[in-house]
C-alpha cells in the first residue's frame, strides 16, 4: 500500500461507518474502496467484513441510551445472530458470493420496501412465538451477513420494525449489535482461514469507528420518516445496481 492510501481509507471508513450506522449500507462506501485500491474481489469481501467491525463497534458505543433496555432480549438474539454469521462465513470459504447473486437484488429490494410500510407490530417480548420468529429472521439475515454481506443492515432493520414496536432509533441501535455480533464471528473465521489484507484493515476500521459513533447522534436528530425514506431510497438504488450486475 502507497501512503496515500492511509489517508483515503479513513476517509472512506468515516463516511462508510455514518452511512452503516445510519442506513446499514457501510460497504456501499468500504467494499468499493478496497476494490479501488487493487485488492482482489474475494481479499476484498474478507478484508471487508473484518474491518466492520470497527464500525459496528463505534456505533455501540454512541447508541448507549437506545439500548439501555435492551440487553436481556439482545443477548438471546445474539446467539441467534452469531450462529448464522458463522455459517455464513463458512459458506462464503466453501462457495463464491457470486452463487447467490441473482437473489440479493430482490432480498434487497423487499426489505427497503419494508421499511416504509405502517408500523402494526406486536411486542415480540409479550408473545413468545412472534420472539421465535424474531430469532429465526435475525439468525437468516447473520447467514446473509455472513455469507454476501451487501446491505445485511437494511435487511435486519426492516425485520425490527416490522416485528417489534421499537422506534426508529432503538431499533436501529440494536440492528447495529446484533450486526456487529454476526460480522465479529465472521471476521473471526476470515482472519484466521480467510485472505485478509490487514494493513488496509487498521486504516479503514479507524475511519469505520469514528463513522460509526457519529451514527446515532445523526439518528436522534433527525424525523424517522424522512431517515425512513432515504434508506428505502438508497436501498432500492443499491438493489437495482446489483440487478444490473447480476441480470444484464
Known sequence: MTWW?????????????????????????SYPMLLAIGLPPVTANVTNSVSLVFASAG???????????????????????VAGGAAGSALLLLAPAETFEFVVPWL????????????????????????????????VVGVYGGYFGAAAGIVLLALFLAMTPDS??????????LLGAANLVA?????????????????????????????????????PAALRGVIAVLGLGLAAHLGWQAYR
Not at 433496555?69 to 445474539?78: D, F, I, K, M, S
Not at 423487499?110 to 430469532?135: F, T, V
Request: with cysteine; hydrophobic share 55%.
Open 5 to 29: 492510501m492511509y489517508v483515503v481509507l479513513p476517509l472512506a471508513g468515516i463516511g462508510a461507518g455514518l452511512v452503516g450506522s445510519v442506513a446499514g449500507l457501510a460497504s456501499l462506501i
Open 168 to 177: 426508529f432509533a432503538r431499533g436501529s441501535a440494536a440492528k447495529n449489535v
Open 108 to 139: 434487497i429490494a423487499a426489505a427497503s420496501l419494508a421499511i416504509l410500510l405502517p408500523r402494526q407490530a406486536p411486542d415480540a417480548e409479550r408473545h413468545p412465538r412472534q420472539g421465535w420468529l424474531l430469532a429465526g429472521g435475525v439468525a
Open 59 to 81: 456505533s455501540v458505543v454512541g447508541s448507549r441510551p437506545e439500548l439501555d433496555g435492551q440487553a436481556a432480549r439482545l443477548r438471546w438474539l445474539a446467539l441467534a445472530a
Open 187 to 223: 471476521a473471526c473465521a476470515f482472519a484466521l482461514f480467510g485472505p485478509v489484507h490487514w494493513l488496509a484493515v487498521l486504516p479503514l476500521g479507524a475511519g469505520l469507528f469514528i463513522g460509526g459513533r457519529l451514527g446515532p447522534a445523526v439518528i436522534r436528530r433527525s424525523p
